[in-house]
């Protein structure tokens, strides 16, 4: 299993450093430190349903079949759930409860976490001006499952052809979704795209051959 403080760096890969005005109700009810846990338990699990690279990166292998929907609506979606955790989040911070020293670290450490991302979405609009994340994200997502001997390989290649077969829709979403992207930005994602062409063609197709074995269907 994996440290909290080990789960809250991988969140780094999606945030920036900031801050937000988002405003909490007052009077929060008491709470006791099993809620902060709870808490946690609910951030990640949206976090990788939104991100779920990330948790196979966390070695959560129930979502080594899935990739990310990053279109629109799943961000505006996102944003919500950020908005309403961070809520729940200084709810727990203003209530009448005693954390631990290590709690109250994570709690800070969280609470910066969700700020950020609400100012990468809703005020940066990073998915909106940046195709690096969509056209990068292939490529790390099938990485991951080819190099880490966590299963049998042939489960691993099914998990690899599950993706695959998404990548249409994330290129489709990064279209739809990306307007008048800086020429850097642009450059860079045009040079990661090229160099994905050979890791598909030659790494993928070979490692895949030698997963499949004598399974001719795979």
Known sequence: SFSLRYL??????????????????????????????????????????????????????????????WSA?????????????????????????????????????LDGQLRSEILDIETLNTYRRNPINYVSLPGSSIDLLMKRNFADP???????????RRVDAL???????VKQPPKEFTDLAIRISRGS??????TVATWAKDAAGDDSSL
């Open 73 to 109: 609506d799943a961000y505006a979606r996102r944003l919500e759930t950020a908005k309403s955790q961070l809520t729940r989040l200084q709810a727990l911070h203003n209530a009448k409860t005693h954390l631990s020293n290590d709690e109250a670290t994570d709690a800070s450490i």
């Open 171 to 177: 290129l489709r979403q990064m279209r739809e979704n």
């Open 8 to 69: 809250l760096s991988l969140t780094a890969l999606l945030c920036l450093s900031s801050c937000t005005t988002e405003k909490v109700a007052s009077d929060p009810e008491p709470v006791t430190r099993s809620a902060f846990r709870s808490f946690v338990d609910d951030y990640f699990n949206e976090l990788f349903r939104f991100n779920p690279t990330l948790g196979t990166a966390a070695g959560l292998h129930e979502y080594d079949d899935k990739l990310e929907d």
């Open 197 to 202: 062409i050979g890791f598909f063609r030659d």
């Open 154 to 164: 042939r489960q691993r290649l099914r998990s690899v052809i599950a993706r695959l």
